[in-house]
């Protein structure tokens, strides 16, 4: 087999190991919120069998552009999950920081213009809210990347990990603590659990940008919300966390990020839309920006 091959059998594989390692965490993660509500909750491969009843419904689309933009956010996603190191390997080489949050960008923007496309105000409110809430965290988050860049001059996630490989205390997480607790905050709007779950909103606006989404595209958007959930707590892990030598440390790093979150999500409301940007401006950008001053002066 030459290289090319292999690669490219190695990109399938972190593809499909993605899907599948986001849709257990949302299994997981709808066990640990009903055992706080005090039920019982579904078993953790319901969200396998949800995406598998999904591709074998009837589908509705209602032009070509809805079409596009749900595999347009689908691969955009993909493709930045081949850029976030799993386990302190990278299949490309490159782990830029930067080519992370651009293309995390696309994969958002895909699913905006697919499912504003179907001509339902409920997904057009919907995605008016997420991109609206996308100014509440990916400021402060921006401004946390910018303090690491100073530090190492470097935007690769790869570096960042490994220099976190002498042990327990050189973890990012205690070098930028005020940094961790605003990508914390700007953690659980970028998967819009509560209190930012503004773009789903069942009561509100019928799940939003899901509202039109039917068959093959609704369990699209089940992968869409696994591979965030797999790019996004990847991130944190290397970032803050240590990053991993193994696989299996990797994982429980991985859904620790996101127990903690489900966790907040079980206990709170949701915030107005006004009143979660201002959160997140308020808090997470404060911390963020005092971390980004600090390192600037005092490195």
């Not at 005090?38 to 999904?54: N, T």
Request: aromatic fraction near 14%; hydrophobic fraction near 55%; glycine fraction near 10%.
């Amino acid at each position: 087999m030459n290289a090319h091959a292999l690669t490219a059998l190695k990109l399938t594989g972190i593809a499909f190991g993605a899907m599948s390692l986001g849709l257990l965490f949302m299994g997981l993660g709808r066990i640990v919120s009903a055992r706080i509500q005090r039920r019982i909750g579904p078993p953790f491969y319901q969200s396998f069998i949800d995406v598998i009843k999904c591709f074998t419904k009837t589908s509705i689309t209602h032009n070509f552009v809805m079409d596009l933009g749900i595999i347009m956010a689908l691969g955009g996603l993909i493709a930045t999950a081949f850029f976030v190191p799993f386990a302190n390997f990278s299949v490309l080489g490159s782990s830029s920081v930067v080519i992370v949050l651009y293309l995390m960008s696309i994969g958002y923007l895909g699913m905006a213009m697919g499912v504003s496309a179907s001509g339902n105000p409920n997904a057009t409110i919907g995605i008016s809210r997420a991109l609206a809430l996308m100014l509440g965290y990916k400021i402060p988050f921006v401004m946390v990347i910018m303090a690491m860049i100073l530090t190492y001059n470097s935007s690769d996630l790869l570096t960042y990990a490994l220099a976190q490989n002498h042990g327990f205390g050189s973890w990012h997480i205690f070098k930028y603590p005020l940094g961790f607790i605003a990508v914390e905050i700007a953690f659980q709007a970028m998967v819009g659990e509560k209190p930012y779950d503004h773009m789903i909103a069942p009561a509100e606006i019928a799940s939003g940008p899901m509202v039109e989404l039917s068959g093959k595209y609704l369990g699209i958007g089940f992968l869409l919300h696994a591979v965030q959930l797999y790019v996004e707590t990847g991130l944190i892990v290397n970032l803050f966390l240590g990053g991993a030598q193994t696989w299996y440390i990797m994982m429980v790093k991985m859904f620790a990020v996101y127990f903690t979150t489900m966790c907040i999500n079980a206990v709170m409301a949701r915030y107005r839309i006004e009143q979660g940007i201002r959160h997140l401006w308020i808090w997470a950008g404060s911390f963020a920006l005092l971390q980004l001053v600090y390192t600037r002066i005092w490195g």
